[in-house]
Every structure is written in structure tokens, then in C-alpha cells.
């Protein structure tokens, strides 16, 4: 037992270096005085004042923002609708064929779903006029549709685990199904709405290849200059912009999941309460 | 709409026979519209943004180039568009060849996954408490991370004079190699360099789905075959790998998939002169700007990946069941 314990230990220690070395390099490099972006040469914080002023980071940044935003939102109004359907009701025309819908954005190569939104919106500008040309519209359209399948996926999850005997008793006690779906079950299904909702934004904010199909010539996000600098090669100031983006989504993570965590438990402690009380 | 609830409905329709006009109305709400509404809106806004362009892919993909906006032309009279396009990928070098890159580098990205992601899933699955909550939150970090800046990440290791590089090409000259000392290792643009940067990028694709799965197993069974003499490597290869084959199916098929169609990794790490299929679509489609080729490939290419999404969601829905 003693030896595997330490194969393991060891099969861990490397994934995680595999994992991390890259991004401490990344790191670590960003704070490099040399315009070499691999070779040290002292310590500057140069690149990262160089990156607050270049006005085209700060637009790509705040356009990437706009458009996580909006697509996640969206995202979770329809992921959720479709989590529920799929969870809910066992029954309806098409159930197959919606299943599938829902479930193929997941792992359907990138290329081809950009390309064949795009080929979507240049032959419906052409029949009925809209989208007028490629821009923030397409690209959101694009990043809710691929990421409201992760959002149904989360939401569907939640709800076949989740105990039905509540919605249940709600509906013998004379809620509404309206009534129902506010009180109880959207409630219920807060946390997973809300991990849902933050897939969906980070999913729209990392997103290239789509973006790069569905975006029209002034549409640049973050990732879309990224890609459009590191095609050249490793530079000093990606390695900045690389590592506050990292610290930003490591903080974010961390707090969601602290507060998850904490709501987690509120809500059992709350639920043994209840229990304790009716004894 | 009626398609869609058609399996529900016959008790209200009789009952707002019956009733006022206005209850009617209401209980119709309260029945019928909100569960409608809840199964319609996903369901027409994927027909209509995901279903709808594979229909238009294809169609496309059998009409032929023309100068024009859009740059596509079809047969004045029926049948309207040929095979043309799916006979030219079959008989051409460049598209078979990206197809066959494509396959290979996925499926050795996908067996290093499952190599490394493995023993991984296996020691986070018996790891217990806050110990596990942070060995899973390491994993699912870089998950959350821009995929982007992850291969960029790579691309300064790999470069000539990085300290990686020159790290391994000091221990290089100094054990194995036997001819003249090399000044730095090429990895950059290499078949090596897109296999290591899709195994990176995927890896916590792998992880996870095993995680589920080995999390799951019931230990009593190990400590049985135990119990029973078997010794620890028996106990794996007899119960632990057994039980967790529909997670490394699952998790096989999430890193193989997608890895097929990649792009990104090697537009930025690959050789130019051996592109794998995704580079090809998007160089036919913007720089040739021949969109009906492009569209064909694509087809050609969901054509190839049927048989494995289908794998893949038949050991999704089988996992969900339990």
C-alpha cells in the first residue's frame, strides 16, 4: 500500500508542476527588465505600466467585459430553461433532438461552430437584413449559444439530484406551477444558476476561435489581440497581461468558491434546524 | 408550440371548457404557458443558432466558389450542387493529410491525458476533506485560466533561450549526447510542441470526468480483494481500472473531440507545412476564400467524429443514470 501511496504522490507532485510551471514562468518572466521575454535581466515593472497605457488592451479589455456579460446572462436565462426542461419533463415532441441540441455545443469542435454561425449570419444579413454586419451582436449571440449548454448541464444536474417531494408537497398544498417555479424551485437551484452564470463569462471571455469566425473588423476582444500579438512571438508585455488576467481569475475562483462553500453549509445547518425543530 | 406540449394539456383544455373566460386564461398560464415558454425558448433559439447553420454548412459545402458576395454558386437546375467538393478532400494530399494529423495528434494528446490525468484523478479520488477540495480547485484553475495564455505560457518554455530549453539542452549534451554540443533543443513548431500543448490544455478535461468516476467506487470491494490476498497493483488492475472504464471513455472522448478541430495550439506551435484539419478550414475559408471546399471539410470532418460523440454520449447518459 506504502509504495503505491508514493507512485501516486509522485504521479500528483508532476501533473501539478506540468499544471503550474508554465504559468509561474509566465509569472515570474512579466517582472523581466530585458526586452528578451524569456532571458532575465533584472527587475522592472515596466511592462505593466506600458500595458495601462496602451489605450487598444484597455478597449479590448472593456469590450470582452461587455460581451461576457451580456452572453452569460443570456446564458443562464436560456441554459437554465433548458436545464429544467430536460430535468422536469419527461415528455414533449422533440425531446431527442432537443437533448441532443443542448448537449452538442459541449464538445463540438470550435472551428466548426464558428464557421457555420458565420456562414449563418452572412445569409440572413443577406435574406432579411439583420445582423447588419459582424460585430458585438454576432459575437454575443455565438458565446450564448455555446455556453447556455454548459449552463443547462450545471442546472439539469442540480435538478435530478435535487429531492422533487418539495416542488411536490408546494403543488398539493395549491401553489401554481408559476408559483412553484418562484418559491421553490429557482431558489433551490440559485447556486447552480450562479456557477452556471460564471462558466458561461469566463467561457465568453477566453473564447478565440469562435470569436475570431463571428467578429466583424473593429470587434477586437482581449483574446482576439492576444492571439493577434503572440502569433509573432513571446513578448514582455503579454507575459503582464497573462498574469494579472491569472491573478484576476484565481481571486475570483477563490472568493466564488469560499462563498459557495459558505452557502453550501448555511443551507444543511438550515435544513438540520428544521429537522431538530419538528422533533 | 402545439408539437412541443402536444404530450400534456388534455386535463386543462377540458377544464377552461368549463370555466370563465378569464380564469380560463389563467390557469392556461399557470398550466400550460410557463412550461411551454420554459421548453420552447432554448429549443428555438438552438434550432435557430445551432441547428440551422450545420443545415447551411452543408448545403454549402456542395456548391462551388464564385466571385461574388457571398462567394458561393449552385447549379442553375436540380440537383442544384455536386459532390465535387467531397471528391476533391478524398483525392487531395493537403486534406487527407490534415485529417490524418489530426487523428494522430489527438489520439497520442488523448493517451498522454490519460497517462498523466489518471494517477492523478486516482490520488485526488483517495485523497479526503480540504486536502481533496484543494488538490481538485489546482485542477480546475487552470480549467478556468485563458486557454490562451496557457499555450503561451508553453511557447516561452519551449523557446530557444529560455531557461526550460537551456536547462534541458545542459542535461542533453551532458548524458546522451554523444556529437557536438547543441546550442538549444528545437521544440518550438514542432509535432512534439502541438502534441504537448493539447495534453496541457485538455488534461483537466481528462481529470475531471475520472474524478467523478473513482470518487464514486466503493472501497469495501478493495479491501475484500485484500482481505481475499490480492496485492495492491492485483486490486487495481481486477476492481479499481474494471469499474472506472466508462470515466475513461468519457474523458477520452472530451480531450479527443474537440483536440481534432483544434486550431489555436497549432496555428501558434505547429509546423507550417503539416497543419492539422482545423488550420486548413480556417486557411480554405479566409485566405482562399473558398468557402465551399471549407464547409465541406468541416462536414467531412463532424462526418469522422459521429461515431466517437456518439460513444461519448452514450457513457455520458449511462453515468447520469447512476
Known sequence: MKQRSIFLLSCLLFGYAFFYIPIVSMIFFSFNKSRLATVWGGFSTEWYWRLFSNDQVIAAALLSLKIALISATLATILGTMAGMALARFRRFGGRTLFSGLVSAPLIMPEVITGLSMLLLFVYMEQLIGWPNGRGVTTVTIAHTTFSMSYVAVVVRSRLVSMDQSLEEAAMDLGSKPLQVLFDITLPLIAPAMVSGWLLAFTLSLDDVVITNFTNGPGTTTLPIYIWGKIKLGVTPDINALGTIIVAVVAIGVTIAGILMFRAERRRERDIQQAIAANK | ?322
Open chain 2, 1 to 322: 408550440m402545439a408539437g412541443i406540449a402536444a404530450s400534456d394539456g388534455v386535463p386543462s383544455a377540458r377544464v377552461s371548457e368549463e370555466v370563465p373566460v378569464g380564469r380560463g386564461f389563467r390557469q392556461w398560464l399557470d398550466r400550460k404557458a410557463w412550461r411551454d415558454t420554459i421548453i420552447a425558448t432554448p429549443f428555438i433559439w438552438l434550432l435557430i443558432f445551432f441547428l440551422l447553420p450545420f443545415l447551411i454548412i452543408f448545403a454549402i459545402s456542395l456548391g462551388q466558389a464564385a466571385i461574388a458576395q457571398p462567394p458561393v454558386e449552385f447549379a442553375a437546375e436540380w440537383p442544384f450542387g455536386s459532390l465535387d467538393n467531397y471528391r476533391l478532400i478524398a483525392s487531395d494530399s493537403l486534406y487527407v493529410g490534415g485529417y490524418l494529423n489530426s487523428l494522430i495528434y489527438a489520439t497520442i494528446s488523448t493517451i498522454f491525458c490519460l497517462l498523466i490525468g489518471y494517477p492523478m484523478a486516482l490520488a485526488i479520488a483517495r485523497s479526503r476533506g480540504p486536502t481533496r477540495n484543494l488538490l481538485l480547485l489546482l485542477v480546475i484553475l487552470p480549467f478556468w485560466t485563458s486557454f490562451l495564455l496557457r499555450v503561451y505560457a508553453w511557447m516561452g518554455l519551449l523557446s530557444n533561450n529560455s531557461w526550460f530549453n537551456q536547462g534541458l539542452t545542459w542535461i542533453y549534451n551532458h548524458t546522451l549526447n554523444f556529437g557536438p554540443p547543441l546550442n538549444a533543443i528545437p521544440m518550438m513548431n514542432t509535432d512534439f510542441a502541438v502534441i504537448l500543448g493539447i495534453t496541457y490544455s485538455y488534461l483537466p478535461f481528462m481529470v475531471l470526468p475520472l474524478y467523478a468516476t473513482l470518487e464514486r467506487l466503493d472501497l469495501t470491494l478493495n479491501e475484500a480483494a485484500m482481505d481475499l490476498g490480492s496485492r495492491p497493483f492485483e486490486v487495481f488492475r481486477d476492481i479499481t481500472l474494471p469499474l472506472s472504464i466508462p470515466g475513461i471513455i468519457a474523458g477520452s472522448m472530451l480531450v479527443f473531440i474537440p483536440a481534432t478541430g483544434e486550431l489555436v495550439i497549432p496555428s501558434l506551435m505547429g509546423r507550417a507545412d503539416s497543419p492539422m484539419i482545423g488550420r486548413v478550414i480556417n486557411d480554405e475559408f479566409s485566405l482562399n476564400r473558398d468557402w465551399p471546399v471549407a464547409s465541406a471539410i468541416a462536414v467531412a470532418l463532424l462526418l469522422l467524429l459521429v461515431v466517437p460523440i456518439m460513444i461519448y454520449n452514450h457513457y455520458q447518459s449511462r453515468a447520469d443514470v447512476t
